[in-house]
């Protein structure tokens, strides 16, 4: 079946550091790539998507890119906030629409 | 603010009890809902997916009549987890899809513990 593999938490960083969340999925067909945050106390949102091979989905200075190849899409920022903590999933779809979600990676950015 | 509400956020039971989670969708009504458990350092997993005013279909492995869903109006779902266990310690999250947007909303989670 469907998996996504993602790299373990908490990743810490201070301030205006560089970060990169590491994803791979396993699954059937072609996949659409996700990546949801959840703060702290707030519900799951939708950061970025990306629908087609070499596709590059972008918000709030993240970034991540659809790489079929390497069945990989690791999210990056280049300069990340203390407000940019959270817990970061990464998730798929493909065929059978719901999505199946990697273990979530906390991210503890410090001043 | 908002779209979709989870209560309660954490719940600590004795063992044998039952505890009920709401899920609402506070903007748009939602024809399917799903429900997620996370054990601790594991996927987030779906339980079960719920349409309003039909019973819920669950995946492999989900006791439906342990983890109990009742979605009876397009605003709100409730997930019963019956003659709870320790085993049955985890976080609970529930997923709203809006109906008009094919878009997906989740509530804040619940932390259950049971003693």
């Known amino acids: 079946g469907d998996s996504v593999t993602q790299m373990e938490g908490p990743v810490t960083l201070s301030e205006e550091a560089f970060l990169t969340i590491n994803c791979t999925y396993t699954a059937t067909g072609y996949p659409s790539l996700f990546w949801y945050v959840q703060y702290p106390g707030e519900g799951l949102q939708l950061l970025l998507k990306?629908?087609?091979?070499?596709d590059k989905g972008s918000n709030k200075g993240f970034e991540a890119t659809y790489r079929k190849e390497t069945t990989s899409f690791h999210l990056e920022k280049g300069s990340v906030q203390v407000s940019d903590s959270a817990v970061y999933f990464c998730a798929l779809i493909s065929g059978y629409s719901t999505l199946t979600f990697g273990k979530g990676t906390m991210l503890l950015v410090s001043p | 603010g908002a779209v979709v509400s989870q209560h309660p956020s954490r719940v600590i039971c004795k063992s044998g009890t039952s505890v009920k989670i709401e899920c609402r969708s506070l903007?748009?009504?939602?024809?399917?809902m799903f429900w997620y458990r996370q054990f601790p350092k594991q996927s987030l997993m779906l339980m079960a997916t719920?349409?309003?005013?039909?019973?819920?279909?669950?995946e492999q492995g989900v006791e439906k009549d342990k983890f109990l869903i009742n979605h009876a109006s397009l605003t709100l779902s409730t997930l019963t987890v019956t003659s709870a266990h320790p085993e049955d310690s985890s976080f609970y999250i529930c997923s709203v899809r809006d109906r008009g947007r094919e878009k997906l909303f989740f509530g804040s989670g619940t932390q259950l513990s049971v003693l």
């Open positions: 719920s349409n309003e005013g039909s019973k819920a279909t669950y």
């Open positions: 903007d748009f009504q939602a024809t399917t």
């Open positions: 990306a629908t087609k091979a070499d």
